[in-house]
């Protein structure tokens, strides 16, 4: 099977004022890559409850973070010419939109929900599937690129499952 690529994006939390703070993918080979966001001076917007989640607070943005620009040109660089896919695709398209926007480069990878690859059937079994690959991968933090391999991970296993049924019947 081959694996789709999966995006996810922490943000400084949810809507109008928020950016992205992490991006993480798990590629084809299921290899994950990561990076933190330094903000921007004009991103001022920070909710408490997101940083709680995602654990990463603003002086880890400033001491680890990479500018806007670098981080595009990796995610173009890893991505080039990729459909990548999403839970979340319409926060982490408006997050993608603005951090390409910042850095001053054109998307050259494109942006799909993770739900279009998805049957009905296998949208049905989504939820129990990835909390069984939660709870084998043990206690993880909250970060974009163990949310996307869990992602990643989830998908393959409800196309087994359904593959499997199908074999049966």
């Known amino acids: 099977m081959i694996k789709p690529l999966v ?4 943000a400084s939390g949810f809507g109008v004022g928020s950016y992205p703070i992490e991006v993480g993918v798990a590629l084809a080979s ?13 991103w001022e917007h920070w909710d408490a409850k ?15 973070g990479c500018t806007p620009l670098e981080v595009a040109s990796k995610l173009n ?5 990729a459909v990548v896919y999403s839970d979340a695709w319409g926060n982490d398209r408006s997050w993608l939109a603005l951090l390409f926007d910042v850095a001053g480069l054109p998307q050259h990878f494109k942006l799909e929900s993770l739900r279009a690859l998805l049957s009905d059937e296998q949208l049905q ?8 690959i939660e709870s084998k ?28 049924l199908a074999r049966r019947s």
């Open 7 to 10: 995006i996810d994006v922490e």
């Open 30 to 42: 299921g290899e994950t890559r990561c990076m933190i966001i330094r903000r921007e001076p004009e």
């Open 50 to 64: 997101a940083e709680a989640l995602h654990g990463i607070s603003r002086e880890v943005l400033e001491q680890h």
């Open 77 to 81: 660089e890893w991505l080039s010419g």
């Open 125 to 132: 079994q989504w939820h129990q599937t990835k909390g069984c």
């Open 137 to 164: 991968s043990g206690k993880q933090r909250h970060r974009a690129s163990n949310d996307a391999l869990v992602l990643q991970q989830t998908y393959c296993l409800t196309v087994d499952k359904q593959l499997e």
